[in-house]
């Protein structure tokens, strides 16, 4: 069975920097969509981002880009989302999850479309 591990939140100062990883286990050989989510208190999960693993296509959500990197490394099984330039508007529980391949790689940031998700690593941006 397919389990994905959040790892690498924490509290941050505002304009720092964290990397999360996404550790991936009972992964079978199909290709697959992995992206990161994040939902702060009392809004909706937002989709920021995803990466293609038969393509290596990624995709980014506005609010996020130019600031976000996402990442994957096979030989370790885990995705990464590189943060840089945090404000306190990104403190949010941040979620990894992974869907079969999209033929419309935008739609990556759709939450429905995911059955399989962490359990979520808590990102604080505050000083």
């Known amino acids: 069975q397919l389990q994905l591990v959040e790892s690498g939140g924490g509290l941050v100062q505002p304009g720092g920097s964290l990397r999360l990883s996404c550790g991936v286990s009972?992964?079978?050989?199909?290709?697959?969509?992995f992206a990161w989510f994040r939902q702060a208190p009392g809004k909706e999960r937002e989709g920021l981002s995803c990466?293609?693993?038969?393509?290596?296509?990624?995709y980014y959500a506005d609010s996020v880009k130019g600031r976000f990197t996402i990442s994957r490394d096979n030989a370790k099984n885990t995705v990464y989302l590189q943060m840089n330039s945090l404000s306190p508007e990104d403190t949010a529980v941040y979620y990894c999850?992974?869907?079969?391949?999209?033929?419309?790689?935008?739609?990556?940031?759709?939450?429905?479309?995911?059955?399989?998700w962490g359990q979520g690593t808590q990102v604080t941006v505050s000083s």
């Open positions: 990466i293609d693993t038969r393509t290596n296509g990624t």
């Open positions: 999850a992974t869907s079969a391949p999209l033929t419309i790689q935008a739609m990556c940031v759709k939450s429905y479309l995911y059955d399989e």
């Open positions: 009972g992964f079978s050989s199909a290709y697959k969509n």
